[in-house]
């Protein structure tokens, strides 16, 4: 599976921002996918995750009610609308698919990740 994010850049805070992934190869065994971001100095933090099965969506509480992830499975495609930016949304974003496989005595999960699309939400 190869990933490729698009959309990120400079905005003032109070702004907009949508973000794009588009998924390639064997997209037909993802399970979810996701957003994830990591601001300098700290962890990679989760953001949003929606499954592939009933479309089922999941939030950092830092971001519910500004974000909405979605995606277009006609296109393999997933999306962030990130609405009411702040400062503290500076990071780069990255897009995370995620197949899981499930053997007789445990879950094994494989992530797929893109390559990183930087945010900046300027004060």
């Known amino acids: 599976v190869q990933l490729v994010e698009s959309g990120g850049g400079l905005v003032q805070a109070g702004g907009s921002l949508r973000l794009s992934c588009a998924a390639s190869?064997?997209?037909?065994?993802?399970?979810?996918m996701g957003w994830y971001r990591q601001a300098p100095g700290k962890q990679r933090e989760l953001v949003a995750t929606?499954?592939?099965?009933?479309?089922?969506?999941n939030y950092a509480d830092s971001v519910k009610g500004r974000f909405t992830i979605t995606k277009d499975d006609a296109k393999n495609t997933m999306y962030l609308q990130m609405n009411s930016l702040k400062p503290e949304d500076t990071a780069v974003y990255y897009c995370?698919?995620?197949?899981?496989?499930?053997?007789?005595?445990?879950?094994?999960?494989?992530?797929?990740w893109g390559q990183g699309t930087q945010v900046t939400v300027s004060s």
């Open positions: 995370n698919a995620r197949k899981t496989r499930y053997y007789s005595d445990y879950v094994h999960d494989h992530d797929y």
């Open positions: 190869g064997d997209t037909f065994t993802i399970n979810a």
């Open positions: 929606i499954t592939s099965g009933d479309g089922s969506t």
